[in-house]
């Protein structure tokens, strides 16, 4: 089963992503990154099928799955 990682200095905020998960496991973060902007942060990690549909829609490529 995989995984999603974030990272967060590459997000822009679009939040593709919140909309496109079917878990809705994606929340934004409350403190900003590098960018000026508040990322996307996992709310709960352990819902998270590892779909990666996330990834798919994010401009940025931000978010990458990975394999346990």
Sequence with gaps: MG????????CKACY???????KKVLEPDTTVNKLGYYPVKVSNEKECIGC?????????????????
């Design 3 to 10: 995984r999603i990682v974030l990272n967060r200095d590459r």
């Design 16 to 22: 593709l992503c919140m909309d496109t998960c079917p």
């Design 52 to 68: 990666a549909m996330c990834a798919k829609v994010c401009p940025d490529i931000a978010i990458e799955k990975v394999y346990r």
